[in-house]
């Protein structure tokens, strides 16, 4: 969660939120005219609930106006124009308690020809940026488009909801959880870091698109992380991560080298392993997304990767897999910064595999 105090000024791109880039974004090159926004292609209607007459969507807009300069009577017309999103509530809500999680179920839906294809396609047309990503930030190219695959298949499914529409709802009427208050925040942050980005740069934030959490773009880069973290990779001044590969490639990268990814760790990110009967790794369970334990420990406690592990802090990684037996996987550092975009052992496990499978399919056709 981020509360932007003092945003600087920025340009945007026209359908995606565009920042400043970063200290190790490629040299600026002239900016190229952009043609006139559209008007943005939604997939709902949307219920008018005049979120301006409630308490806490007034005391919104006036910490706008003492954070940020921007008037009560501007935030008001805003919000006459903001829609209530009911799909974008049911589909935070979390599964139902006693649904058993399945790995092998939730793997199927990434791991599959049509995503592969397009993976391969992807990195082919940008070899090169790919290439340059990885000598820069140490993060394999694999990866990358491992991320941006499980995400958006490669931009093509970039979410069709505004963003100040299921931000605003998820702001002021999360569903009744036990950590409501805290995820009311969070999208109260990120509403913020949306509607001052978009008029700083001049442009209509209710002309943002993404998801039905708010996340825009190929990666699918929530505001602040946008503002915090987005790279303007191909040098043309702004970071759009709706129309340029190139800035969501080096974006990406950034994201996960912030969040704790080496350069310098094993190659390989995770281990396939066996567990004793003894279940003294119990305790390696459900500790948090962090490697925090050697392998010396772990093989003590009975987990048994199928081949020695390196040097380095791990964690036991369980896949359940409904009513079939849970595999169990040894997860390295970088590994578990995969979890800080999408906090999942299934999203992690499901990034390495598609890009492995991406860089397979491309050996196999040379």
Request: with cysteine.
């Amino acid at each position: 969660m981020i509360f932007l105090k003092n945003f600087p000024s920025a340009m945007l791109a026209m359908a995606c939120i565009g920042l400043a880039p970063a200290a190790d974004a490629a040299p600026r090159k002239p900016a190229k005219a952009r043609p006139a926004p559209k008007k943005p292609a939604i997939d709902y209607s949307g219920e008018f609930v005049n979120f301006g007459q409630w308490k806490d969507v007034q005391q919104f807009m006036g910490d706008m106006e003492l954070k940020h300069g921007v008037p009560v009577a501007e935030s008001e017309k805003l919000f006459l124009e903001v829609r209530y999103i009911d799909a974008a509530v049911q589909l935070v809500k979390p599964a139902p308690p006693g649904k058993p999680k399945n790995w092998q179920a939730y793997r199927s839906r990434f791991i599959e020809p049509r995503r592969i294809n397009a993976g391969a396609e992807f990195w082919n047309a940008h070899r090169d940026t790919l290439a340059r990503a990885e000598a820069l930030y140490g993060v394999p190219a694999e990866i990358i488009v491992g991320i941006i695959g499980v995400e958006t298949i490669y931009g093509r499914d970039m979410g069709k909801f505004r963003v100040l529409d299921v931000l605003a709802t998820l702001a002021f009427s999360y569903p009744l959880t036990p950590n409501r208050e805290a995820r009311m925040a969070f999208f109260r942050g990120e509403l913020e870091a949306a509607i001052v980005s978009a008029r700083q740069a001049g442009i209509d934030p209710l002309s943002l698109t993404g998801s039905y959490a708010g996340a825009v773009g190929m990666p699918q880069f929530m505001p602040s992380n946008i503002y915090q973290l987005g790279v303007d990779f191909d040098g043309d001044g702004k970071v759009d991560l709706r129309n340029s590969a190139a800035d969501a490639i080096g974006s990406v990268a950034n994201f996960l080298v912030a969040h704790g990814w080496k350069r310098d760790d094993p190659v390989r990110l995770a281990y396939p392993a066996t567990v004793s009967p003894e279940r003294a790794w119990e305790k390696y369970l459900n500790t948090g997304l962090e490697a925090q334990v050697s392998g010396a420990d772990l093989l003590a406690a009975g987990v048994h990767p199928d081949t020695e592990l390196p040097p380095g802090l791990y964690g036991l990684v369980d896949l359940q897999n409904g009513s079939d037996p849970t595999e169990y996987w040894v997860g390295s550092n970088n590994f578990f910064s995969i979890t800080k975009y999408n906090r999942s052992y299934f999203y992690a496990m499901s990034v390495v595999e598609l890009g492995r499978a991406v860089k397979l399919s491309m050996r196999e056709t040379l």
